[in-house]
Each structure stands twice: as C-alpha cells, then as structure tokens.
C-alpha cells in the first residue's frame, strides 16, 4: 500500500539508481483507485485504495558484437527494501536477445512532484443519480446493477542514462445491467473524469433493451447479418491489434504471417479504406507518451523505457502497416521499431451517422448489444470464438421488433473487416470484454453480412 509514510515515488526511483552501480531502470507506479458497486436496486459496497509497485531492471550490454546482452529484472510492491529489490533483480540477470543501448533524454520538469489520487468524490454525480435510477427501475420491475470505478496511476521512469519521465494516468468506467422477467440489458462507457458521463443515459439504453425483449422471436443459428454496436467492434479490434507482433508474424504463426514467409505488411486486408491506429495525443483518448514496461515479451522490451511514442497506423485505407517490434527485434528484421500504445481508435473515411442509422437501413438482421468470453481459436487467421450477451434483437426493415436468444459465434475482426457493408463515424466506447484493459478506444457502429452463429447459447 502507501500513503504519506512512504518515500516519495521519485525518490524511490533515485534510490534504485544509486544502489544500482550499474546501468539501471527503476519503473515505480503509484496506482489510486475508488470504485462504487450496486446490486438489487441498492449500492452494496464502496471503497478506496492505493498501491506502489517498483521495478528494478538491471541491464548489460552485449560483451561484443554478436553476442547476447543480458538483464534481471524484479518487481515488489508496497514499501521496498532497495538493496534487497536489486538482490533480486542481481539474481535474476539472465540472457537477452532484446537488448539494446538505454534510452537516453533529459529530465521533465515535474518528475519530482507527488503522485495524483482520486477518491470517492470522483464518483460523486454517479452516486446521486443511482438513487432516481434505484426508484425508477422499483416502479417498473427492473432489478439493476454494476458499478463504476476510478482510478489514477502516476507512473516514475528513471533511468541511468539521465533519462526521467513520469505521466498521470487516469481511467474511469461505469457499467449498468438491468433485468425484467428474465431478460438483461447492458450499457457501459469509459471516462478519464466522469464530467462527460451520465448514468441517464446508460438507464434509457438499457430501458430501452428491456422494452425490446418483451417479444421473443425464435431465430436458428446460421449465417445472420448483423448490426455491431461500437462497444462490440472495439472487442473485436482490441484482439486484431494484439496480434500484430512482428517476430510471431515473420515465423508463420499469426493472421499477419505471409505464405511461404515474411509479413504481409503493405498487404491489403479490407476493400474498404479503414484506418486502425494508436496515438498518445488522441482528443479524449490520451496516455503516456513514452514506453514504460516492467517485462519484456518478443515484441516488447525493457531495454525501449522512455522511448517516445507517436501515432501509429496498424491499417492505413485498409492496408497493413505497422507490426510490433522492439528496437533490437526491428533491427534483425530491417523494420521499424513499434511499441505499442494504450489506446485504439478505427475509423472508414467518409463514414457518418449513428448506430440508429445502420439499423434503419437494415433489412433483416441481428442487432447485438456486446461480446462476452471472447478466446481465440486459431492464430494463423485469428479466429475467434465467443457468445453474445445481454440482448441479441431482431430487426427488420429498419426497426426492433424483438429479441431473440444469445448465440456462440466464430469469426476472425481481419475477415470481418474486409466484409463489412456499412459503418457509422466513430466515437468514444467500453468493449464489454477488453474493457478492463484497453479502456480507451474510439470505434464506428458496423454492419456485417454473413455473421457465423454457430450455435444457440443459454447464456443472459
């Protein structure tokens, strides 16, 4: 935990350093979080806490050209001994085909200042109006819950090269469901501060759901066209971004892998002129403008805290361009080095209008309110399995007409890009199943032909 009898965070990162005689990287994250739940018409729990983690990695450079760097790298939270952290991280030192030279830079100006915290106050507009939402669904029959949370994480980047950075995280969430005689609806939305939400209108979306599914409509599983809300495509992209690493890619093991070997950047993968980036000055989307990371993966590495980080286009007008790679991968390759960014956005060129308007232009199809237990099944073309959840509904020339059960599917986001028939612009939302980790993205509505239900789901 921490709190004012603790060092301060910058201070810690300085102390690691010092201990170190050696080339280091302290990493310390101060993480405060509030969050508010609600259950049966009622808030049933609320609280605040507060976290440290700091991370030492010590790193060496190769002995000679050719040859393996290595690093050790340990993690401990709360109230840190410094000596025996790097101890650990001594002991942990090991080979490294990710290494390279420390990033170097300046200092901010405000590395040294104190960690930000939120609290219950943050929640405050969304406690207020819990209690006409708590009345209102009492006078209908309607049972609600879910919660809304807040949290800010101050992350400290020192490293021995001179190189200090430290960004202000903050990243909120409120997530309603409502149930009436045996039928759930769902809304949720992300926030950095909650002045942009309000709980009304998650309560009308979800009173509007409910009000659909008071007519069942049986419908077989099969090969349905349907209307993907934003909160869904955003699931679905989160996956797709995932699988852009470089060095899986160039060994014929994921969706980006060209036959007979390489990538298939450059490649067209859509018709249509569909734009996927990250970028860490994004208008409502922002987050920290330098790679931080505590591990090193085959794509991402230790040795690249503090590299700046820039708008990155993973499709551009349909076309693959960007994978992932770390500077010491991207070097063996002949590639651009990648890290990635915490945020996702997609947008079609030219496209307009609201999730309203895709459904007032369909003839037959399935509107569906989000994705639930998404897994991947095959890496080569990113097939996905997963079931919907919390509303499945029936349109027909350009209106609900009712709801119908929840469904298993299977489809690969790549394919269902290059299919899609309609798209709506963009705006701010909360995949239901990667929200939790991918809190800000910004997506369109879609409407995609030939959706592969696979089998009826007992799932609500």
Not at 100 to 129: N, P, W
Not at 249 to 274: A, M, N, Q
Not at 371 to 384: A, F, H, S
């Amino acid at each position: 935990m921490s709190g004012d009898h603790l060092a301060h965070p910058a201070e810690v990162a300085e102390q690691v350093l010092r201990a170190a005689h050696r080339p280091c990287i302290a990493v310390v994250e101060e993480a405060h979080e509030a969050d508010v739940r609600f259950a049966n018409n009622t808030v049933t729990t609320d609280g605040v806490r507060a976290d440290r983690r700091v991370t030492a990695i010590l790193a060496e450079q190769p002995a000679a050209p050719g040859e393996p760097g290595r690093a050790g790298i340990a993690r401990r939270s709360g109230r840190v001994d410094v000596d025996a952290l790097l101890a650990e991280a001594g002991a942990a030192i090991g080979q490294a085909d990710d290494a390279a030279a420390l990033v170097e830079g300046d200092a901010d100006t405000y590395f040294g200042e104190d960690a930000a915290v939120t609290g219950l106050d943050r929640l405050s507009s969304v406690v207020r109006s819990l209690a006409g939402a708590f009345s209102r669904a009492d006078g209908s029959g309607t049972v609600l819950s879910g919660f809304a949370e807040h949290g800010v994480t101050t992350t400290y980047l020192a490293s021995s090269t001179g190189l200090r950075r430290r960004y202000v995280q903050p990243t909120g969430a409120l997530q309603l469901v409502g149930r009436k005689d045996g039928a759930s609806a769902w809304a949720g939305v992300g926030s950095a501060d909650f002045l942009d939400v309000e709980l009304e209108a998650l309560e009308e979306t979800v009173r509007r759901g409910l009000g659909w599914s008071a007519r069942h409509i049986e419908v077989a599983p099969g090969r349905h066209e349907v209307v993907l809300p934003p909160s869904a495509v955003a699931d679905l992209m989160i996956f797709l971004a995932s699988a852009a690493g470089g060095r899986e890619s160039e060994e014929g093991r994921t969706v980006f892998s060209k036959p007979g070997g390489g990538t298939r950047i450059g490649e067209s993968l859509t018709p249509l002129s569909f734009d996927l980036w990250s970028d860490p000055a994004e208008p409502g989307l922002e987050c920290a403008p330098f790679l931080a990371t505590s591990v090193s993966t085959a794509d991402v590495s230790v040795f690249d805290n503090g590299l700046p980080l820039q708008r990155t286009n993973w499709l551009r007008a349909g076309s693959l361009e960007r994978l992932l790679y770390h500077r010491a991968g991207a070097e063996r390759s002949h590639a651009t080095p990648t890290a990635p960014v915490d945020n996702l956005s997609l947008a079609l060129s030219g496209a307009a209008g609201t999730l309203e308007d895709v459904i007032a232009t369909t003839e037959r199809g399935l509107l569906l309110t989000c994705l639930w237990y998404i897994r991947e099944v095959d890496p080569k073309t990113l097939l996905l399995t997963g079931l919907t959840r919390d509303g499945v509904y029936v349109v027909e020339n350009g209106k609900v007409v009712g709801a119908t059960n929840n469904f298993r599917f299977n489809e690969s986001p790549v394919d269902v890009l290059a299919r899609v028939t309609q798209a709506t612009s963009s705006s701010r939302t909360f995949g239901r199943e990667t929200g939790s980790w991918m809190n800000r993205t910004a997506m369109p509505a879609l409407r995609v032909p030939d959706w592969n239900m696979s089998t009826v789901s007992q799932a609500v």
